[in-house]
């Protein structure tokens, strides 16, 4: 089941940072059940960092304290769901050291725990954003809310300015794997040009899905103004368990602030776990939407 991908050889692992609190933990536990889904295995990455020093010297214990809970990690998951567990700690900071992890592993996903916003921050320090949207891979976003049966209904917003098309590569993935439907959420467009554009690009997507044989409906939004909050509206009125999104915080688009945009859907009140995707400049998935273009 893993994606193709020529440019680049992925080892068919999911990457899962922890500092070993509960929401952490329920990250683990998302992350490894994704694991089996998909047939891959998993890594679980600690940071030692200052915090995590100070944590083991008000404990009283050395660093080996952080290779036996890792350890125990491995023993359980491997033993309760048969899935390969491999382990990593490592010195570094929280914002380079989970990227660099990820390029050396060659990692194809990642998933990440969070208590929201203000938790997130908490754990991971200030740039906790920019850890998931420089990621050079996609990172599943979860809050305290369980895995259970997969990813049944998935939504998917589209529109001119969030370049959703390269999400397509993982959107079939997960909906053919889950037996899935997928809820493509549209933000809707007044002016002429906007709307053209935007009806090129849905048309592009559900084509894809359509040759694939993928469920799927459409939903126009009410309004453009507030569509992230549409979004999760939607998304909890049909029961959505992911929200797929392209992050895209370093764009300026005049009247929309797309870093706001990927916060208020990452670190919903609803705690429906999102991927997040950063876009491909060039490669495979670059190759194939210019293609369409």
């Known amino acids: 089941m893993a994606p ?3 440019d680049k050889k992925y080892n068919n692992i999911i990457l899962i940072p922890t500092d070993f ?3 952490c933990s329920n990250a683990i536990s998302h ?4 694991a089996k889904f998909l047939g891959y295995s998993v890594c679980i990455l600690h940071i030692i960092n200052k915090e995590t020093k100070a944590e083991l010297k008000k404990k009283n214990v050395g660093v080996d304290f952080i290779e036996y809970r890792l350890k125990e990690y491995k023993k359980y998951y491997e033993k309760k769901y048969q899935v390969v567990v491999d382990t990593i700690a490592v010195e570094g900071n929280i914002f380079s050291t989970i990227s660099d992890i990820a390029r050396e592993i060659k990692a194809n996903l990642m998933v990440m725990g969070t208590h929201g916003k203000k938790g997130l921050q908490h754990v991971f320090g200030s740039y906790a954003l920019k850890v998931v949207v420089e990621a050079p891979v996609p990172v599943v976003v979860v809050q ?3 895995f259970k049966l997969g990813y049944n209904n998935i939504v998917f917003p589209v529109s001119n300015d969030l370049e959703p098309r390269q999400a397509v590569h993982w959107a079939k993935l997960m909906a053919k794997l889950f037996n899935a439907k997928l809820h ?5 467009e007044k002016e002429t ?3 053209t554009s935007l009806s090129i690009i849905t048309k592009q997507i559900t084509d894809i899905f359509d040759a694939e044989k993928v469920s799927y409906i459409c939903q126009f939004a009410e309004t453009s103004v507030k569509f992230a909050e549409e979004v999760i509206s939607y998304s909890v009125l049909n029961r959505a368990d992911l929200i797929m999104i392209m992050t895209r915080p370093n764009v300026d688009v005049a009247g929309f602030s797309l870093a706001s945009w990927d916060e208020r859907l990452m670190f919903n009140d609803a705690q429906i776990p999102v991927m997040g995707i950063n876009p491909v400049e060039y490669g495979f998935h670059y190759f194939e939407w210019s293609m369409l273009a």
């Open 4 to 6: 193709s991908n020529p």
């Open 193 to 195: 040009g906007r709307k």
């Open 31 to 34: 992350g490894v059940k994704l």
């Open 144 to 146: 305290k809310r369980a």
């Open 21 to 23: 609190s509960e929401v």
């Open 184 to 188: 493509i959420v549209i933000c809707p």
